[in-house]
């Protein structure tokens, strides 16, 4: 849930590593999540190059607004 609020705001997308800094998380630990979002369907990931800086993993919100429902039987 985190991971989608940090995407929703102003300054997303961005990389898994500007995400982990901004969770204060390990950046092995984001990137797992970060790959179970878009298995999900939740986020999109997207190879971007860089100029003389070789190339970037952006990772993107798939919707502007999300709902969590629980359902319990």
């Given at each position: ?24 998380r390990d950046r092995s630990a984001v990137k797992r999540d970060v790959d179970q979002l878009a298995q ?34």
């Amino acid at each position: 849930m985190r991971i989608c609020r940090i995407l929703s705001m102003k300054e997303a997308p961005g990389s898994i590593t500007v995400i982990a800094g901004r969770l204060h998380r390990d950046r092995s630990a984001v990137k797992r999540d970060v790959d179970q979002l878009a298995q999900a369907g939740l986020v999109t990931i997207e190879t971007k190059i860089l100029p003389g800086h070789g190339h970037m993993k952006e990772v993107r919100a798939a919707a502007t607004r999300f709902r969590l429902e629980a359902m319990v039987m």
